[in-house]
Nanobody
């Protein structure tokens, strides 16, 4: 059974930084494409950033491009999301997700992901 556990969320001010972590257990991380989604109250879950199995290819939503960086350490079975220049509109629960799909190597729909963490709250005050 694959388990994903997020950590690193919290309450920060606009302009601050946070680094989220997603620890994967049960299977080798390199088996999965990894992605961060987020969901704000009353809104649908949306794609934030993804990284392919090898770590060589990343994909970002326009609203985080240039501010967030996703990375993975397959040796540590951990995925990270470095979030800089945070804005109040980044406030949401952030979820880590693992996908077993092969092609295309990155996907943006939550339906394509097989395993999910419990989420970590990020709140950005103005």
């Amino acid at each position: 059974q694959v388990q994903l556990v997020e950590s690193g969320g919290g309450l920060v001010q606009a302009g601050d930084s946070l680094r989220l972590s997603c620890a994967v257990s049960g299977r080798t991380l390199s088996n999965y494409a990894m992605t961060w989604f987020r969901q704000a109250p009353g809104k649908e879950r949306e794609f934030v950033a993804g990284v392919a199995r090898s770590g060589g290819i990343t994909l970002y939503s326009d609203f985080v491009k240039g501010r967030f960086i996703i990375s993975r350490d397959n040796a540590k079975n951990t995925v990270y999301l470095q979030m800089d220049s945070l804005k109040p509109e980044d406030t949401a629960v952030y979820y880590c997700a693992a996908g077993t799909f092969v092609y295309p190597i990155m996907r943006k729909s939550p339906r394509d992901y097989d395993y999910w963490g419990q989420g970590t709250q990020v709140t950005v005050s103005s």
